[in-house]
Each structure stands twice: as C-alpha cells, then as structure tokens.
C-alpha cells in the first residue's frame, strides 16, 4: 500500500522562501510528483523526480531521498499567486505505475 | 492547444437523479482516468481507462459507472446522486508506455463540480 504525509497547512509572507515536506511509505516507488491546484481548478503539472537530489525550475525546486522516504518543493520570491494547494505524488513501481496516489496536499497561504 | 475539456463546469441536480460527466482529450492519450475530490482531500480515483480496457478501483460505488466510446471521450455516469457525492469530479489523461515513457505525468481537465440538492 501507499502512505503519503503531507503537512495541512501552511503561511508564509511574499518574497520569502517556504519549504513543503512530502514522506512517504510506499511498497514500491518510480517517482514522484508536485502538482499544484489554485481553489476550486485543476491540479497542474510542477515537477517530478526518480533519482535523488535536487531539481531546480525557475522560482521552484523539487528535491528527493528515496532512502529517506522523503520529498519537499522549495518556493522562493513567494508571490500572492502561489497562494494554492500543493499535492504530493507518488508512483508505484508495479501494477501500474501510471496510477499514482496522491497525499491529501499543503495548502499554502502566502499574505503580503 | 491539445488540452483535456470538461463539460459542464458545474452541475446541479437532484437528489436521486441521474447525472452525466462529461471529458474530452486532445491529446491522443491512451489513458483516461476519473478522480472524486472533495474539499481538502487528495483526489481519489473512481477508475480508469487504459485504452479500452476499464479498470474500477474496489471500493468505487457501484452508483458509479464510466464509458469511453472512443480515444477521445469518457463520461462518468452517477445514476442515483445523493448528498454525499456533491464533489469536484476531475478527469485526467496520460500517455502510459509510449516510446518515450518515464514520467507519464498526468494532465487534468478544469473539473465538474457537482451540487446534489
């Protein structure tokens, strides 16, 4: 099974950096994903990442320890409109790695 | 633009009635996937399609049912809607073990969002 702990919440002031923590306990793992969803829209694609280490995307970076069990995104220059949800993904390395299950995401409140 | 289309973009319906969701791709993917969120919660999957092959997660509803009549289309069908299910329904599509398979990343369309009154 799949287990992916994400924090609920989060606040943070424009211009700053704020860091979202995704852990997981999966039976198996091919890569993980960062999705971010604006209220009341879809989820978009951010990132994803197989090997360990950090992947860096403009304003955004995603970084991963598959020993660890452990991802986080990095938000820096925070603006209002990365004010959102923050969904953590993670995908199973057998029975169909195109499914992947998803944490229950961060929301991030970024204030001025 | 290649694009995954929802329609409606909200639904209203009565307790008990039939309701029917629609998505459209663009993108020639060959999995077609549907999700239910509610607020503050991950999506959770009600099935999917690789190609025609329909795949239902087990602890979907059996009040839910889905069709792909073809690449393009899929449509999640609620046939006695109750309280509980008012949600964002989200479809997704991906291309799965495609010559340049590896993140096979998921690309949502904007979501129904469903009232049961």
């Known amino acids: 099974g799949q287990n992916i702990d994400q924090p609920t919440e989060m606040t943070a002031t424009e211009g700053a950096i704020v860091q979202i923590n995704c852990t997981y306990q999966?039976?198996?793992?091919?890569?993980l994903f960062w999705y971010q969803q604006h209220a009341g829209e879809a989820p978009t694609f951010l990132s994803y990442?197989?090997?360990?280490g950090l992947e860096e995307k403009g304003r955004f970076s995603s970084f991963l320890s598959r020993s660890k069990g452990y991802s986080y995104l990095l938000l820096k220059e925070l603006q209002m409109k990365d004010s959102a949800s923050y969904l953590c993904?993670?995908?199973?390395?057998?029975?169909?790695?195109?499914?992947?299950?998803f944490g229950r995401g961060t929301s991030l409140i970024v204030h001025p | 633009d290649a694009m995954v289309i929802q329609n409606p973009r909200y639904q209203v319906t009565q307790f008990g009635k039939p309701v029917t969701l629609s998505c459209s791709q663009t993108?020639?993917?060959?999995?077609m996937y549907w999700y239910q969120q509610k607020s503050s919660q991950a999506p959770k999957l009600l099935f999917h399609?690789?190609?025609?092959?329909?795949?239902n997660e087990a602890d979907t509803p059996d009040n839910f049912q889905s069709r792909r009549p073809n690449t393009s289309f899929c449509f999640l069908d609620i046939r006695s809607p109750g309280l509980g299910d008012a949600a964002m329904y989200l479809c997704?599509?991906?291309?799965?073990?495609?010559?340049?398979?590896?993140?096979?990343?998921?690309?949502f369309g904007p979501g129904t969002r469903l009232l049961v009154l």
């Open positions: 993904a993670v995908r199973p390395a057998s029975g169909g790695s195109y499914i992947p299950t």
């Open positions: 999966t039976s198996g793992f091919n890569g």
């Open positions: 990442n197989v090997l360990d």
């Open positions: 993108l020639n993917h060959n999995v």
């Open positions: 399609y690789y190609d025609k092959d329909f795949n």
């Open positions: 997704a599509t991906t291309l799965a073990g495609g010559p340049i398979s590896g993140q096979e990343t998921q690309y």
